[in-house]
């Protein structure tokens, strides 16, 4: 199992980056994918996740400015990141999800495996 997480950086409030994520050795096409995020101090939470189909669900806190899409022939799950605030501020994971209708804090993953993240930092 690989997820190969990238795009992270440093911005401004207001700004936005996109996030990609490569996963290899699970069954991408037929997994629900979902991005988590990690503050320091604080659990891992699922913010976007997207079905096989292209349904989605988002937290409340990033309902309306990050989108989560994917391309099942590359393997890769995307997270568009538009209007970032300082509270965004995370290590960002990706992993196939249990329940792609879950969000926040206590979503099982299907892969107990993670990669190593992409750091974003929204600071002025």
């Known amino acids: 199992v690989q997820l190969v997480e990238s795009g992270g950086g440093l911005v401004r409030p207001g700004g936005s980056l996109r996030l990609s994520c490569v996963a290899s050795?699970?069954?991408?096409?037929?997994?629900?994918m979902g991005w988590y995020r990690q503050a320091p101090g604080k659990e891992r939470e699922l913010v976007a996740a997207?079905?096989?189909?292209?349904?989605?669900n988002y937290y409340d806190s990033v309902l309306g400015r990050f989108t989560i899409s994917r391309d099942n022939a590359k393997n890769t799950v995307y997270l568009q990141m538009n209007n970032l605030k300082p509270e965004d501020t995370a290590v960002y994971y990706c992993?196939?999800?249990?329940?792609?209708?879950?969000?926040?804090?206590?979503?099982?993953?299907?892969?107990?495996?993670w990669g190593q993240g992409t750091q974003v930092n929204v600071s002025s």
């Open positions: 997207i079905t096989t189909g292209g349904s989605v």
């Open positions: 050795g699970i069954i991408f096409s037929t997994n629900a």
């Open positions: 992993n196939a999800v249990k329940y792609y209708y879950c969000s926040g804090y206590d979503c099982p993953t299907l892969s107990p495996y």
